[in-house]
């Protein structure tokens, strides 16, 4: 079992910035694959950025490449989620997700994740 916790969201100006974390928990953090996913409302859960646990370069949505930024703390148990140039469409509820699936697909997949937090609402005002 795997527990998530997100933080960081909140109100923000066009333009600006935030961080989101997302602390796990559980001893095999290393393990799980980790994702980044948002939610708008009226719309479908969409893939933000995540990273397959064997490591290498984070995976990006074309809406935030250039923008946001994805990071990973084995030691803290934690993935972080730097959002600059924030636009009043990257408005959503974010989830954190992890999973025991590795591969471009399945890191992008919102489907192929087997544990959510509870989301931390992000809001860009115009």
């Known amino acids: 079992q795997v527990q998530l916790v997100e933080s960081g969201g909140g109100l923000v100006q066009d333009g600006g910035s935030l961080r989101l974390s997302c602390a796990a928990s559980g001893r095999t953090f290393s393990t799980y694959s980790m994702g980044w996913f948002r939610q708008a409302p009226g719309k479908e859960r969409e893939f933000v950025a995540g990273?397959?646990?064997?490591?290498?370069?984070?995976y990006y949505g074309d809406v935030v490449k250039g923008r946001f930024s994805f990071t990973r703390d084995n030691a803290k148990n934690t993935v972080y989620l730097q959002m600059d140039s924030l636009k009043p469409e990257d408005t959503a509820v974010y989830y954190c997700a992890a999973g025991q699936l590795s591969g471009r697909r399945a890191v992008m997949s919102a489907k192929t994740y087997n544990y959510w937090g509870q989301g931390t609402q992000v809001t860009v005002a115009a």
């Open positions: 990273i397959s646990w064997t490591g290498g370069t984070p």
